[in-house]
């Protein structure tokens, strides 16, 4: 009897535990482009002292495999797209969105402040939303499991 209900509580705590790790931005996700609706990328987002990062991991775009930065400037010229951070130091605000002031994105080398949150009727669309001035655009990453 108590073994069994040792066995229900280990279940129990590990069915929680991975629905929380479910609800977390961190991860691995592949990014949709807005305007084609096709896969464009797969994005790494990682905490690092507290604060989010990402970074591209690899290309899904066909004949983009290898692309280089050839319109960013200083460092990033001619660097390559795969292993670049493109999200860097976003704050957690109480909402429960990442906001910064660093998405980057290397096919127009431009910068742009974001809000990054949790789609909150799906945990597995990470809606990203990139800011200039008072223009904006959002996408929906997808998780990408395992």
Known sequence: MINRTVQLSILFLLSISINV??????GTWKTIDDRTGLPKGIIEIYKKNG???????????KGKEGVTCVKC???????????????????????GEWKGKRLFDPEQAMTFR???????????ELKVRGYLAFIYRTQTWLRVEG
């Open 21 to 26: 790790s479910a609800q977390s931005v961190f």
């Open 51 to 61: 604060l989010m990062y990402g970074k591209v991991v690899k290309i899904l775009e």
């Open 73 to 95: 400037d200083g460092e990033l010229k001619d660097q390559p797209v795969e292993g670049m951070e493109i999200i860097t130091a976003g704050e957690k605000h109480d909402d």
């Open 114 to 124: 974001f809000k990054i949150w949790l789609n909150p009727e799906n945990s597995n």
